[in-house]
């Protein structure tokens, strides 16, 4: 069991007596009211979307799934298909992709979640390396306190940098929080 707050985008869990994958979800947290926590669902069964409003801590049965080591291989609109080390092919759907789409590159390593032997989602590593493709050069003397600024990666996503990241550095980023961690 797990509280609402705890559940993030690519977990599976039963609500109403079925499976359904969350696509998203936001967290909010009320002036006077309880916190709540709004998720965006997809079921398993039927692939009917729907959204939900949970109180932060109401419990929710997790499912656990069937996970397999893959790297990306291409994508085939709408599905984007991954190999396990067997050269066995299994395609997850563009809407079931998440966050990872935002790190998304041909070779990546990730799981691949399956449910009933149908894969469904996609886990990324904690952490990726990616090469900064744009970003604004530093402005001098703007050092007071944590300053970042925007840079963008190869798929175009947009994280935020300290100022002393170029354009071609390496950086670390965490996939959960969409973070910069570190130059590498």
Known sequence: MKIAQEI???NVIMHSSAPWV???TEYARGGR?????RMKLKSLLSNQGTEVVFKADDKMDQIVLDKKDCTYSYFADPMYVWMDG????????NENMGDALNYLEEGMPA??????????????PTS?????TWTEPAVKGDTSGKVLKPAKIATGFEIGVPIFVAQGDKVEIDTRTGEYRRRV
């Open 33 to 37: 009211n309880a916190a709540t926590v």
């Open 22 to 24: 969350v696509l998203k």
């Open 111 to 124: 799981e691949v979640v399956f449910y009933e032997g149908k894969a469904i989602s996609v886990e990324l």
């Open 8 to 10: 993030r985008a690519g």
């Open 128 to 132: 990726v390396e990616r090469e900064i």
């Open 86 to 93: 067997e050269y066995n092919q299994y395609e997850v759907e």
